[in-house]
Nanobody, 126 residues
Framework: QGQLVESGGGVVQTGTSLILSCTPSGRSISLYTMAWFRRAPGKEREFVAAITWGDRSPLYADSVKGRFIVSRDSAKSTVTLQMNSLKLEDTATYYC???????????????????WGQGTQVTVSS
């Protein structure tokens, strides 16, 4: 069904906000769980947030909880990540991921996601 495509990255200052978007090429209804991960230079891939198709609240990493908000548009095709109060440690390449496994629910494990985007760079400076 094609790859996921991220957009919205850029260079911003600490304390500001940025919105990232993820759009699948195929039908989003077949992607039960969508998630965001990030990787900073010299660090391992890190879970950021996950959202599924339903009323269940999204899952957030402790490092971004209260600052980041993951959501989907009215068409339920595009998933967005609203990043607020950005910090220097938020600097990373952000990746969108998706799972086609029905009933998977919310998971922070990268191995549970089979579809990935190419990433978008976010740089936070002082």
């Amino acid at each position: 069904q094609g790859q996921l495509v991220e957009s919205g990255g850029g260079v911003v200052q600490t304390g500001t906000s940025l919105i990232l978007s993820c759009t699948p090429s195929g039908r989003s209804i077949s992607l039960y769980t969508m998630a965001w991960f990030r990787r900073a230079p010299g660090k391992e891939r890190e879970f950021v947030a996950a959202i599924t198709w339903g009323d269940r609240s999204p899952l957030y990493a402790d490092s971004v909880k209260g600052r980041f908000i993951v959501s989907r548009d009215s068409a339920k095709s595009t998933v967005t990540l609203q990043m607020n109060s950005l910090k220097l440690e938020d600097t990373a390449t952000y990746y969108c991921a998706a799972s086609r496994t029905r009933g998977l629910g919310l998971t922070p494990r990268a191995v549970d996601y089979g579809d990935w985007g190419q990433g978008t760079q976010v740089t936070v400076s002082s």
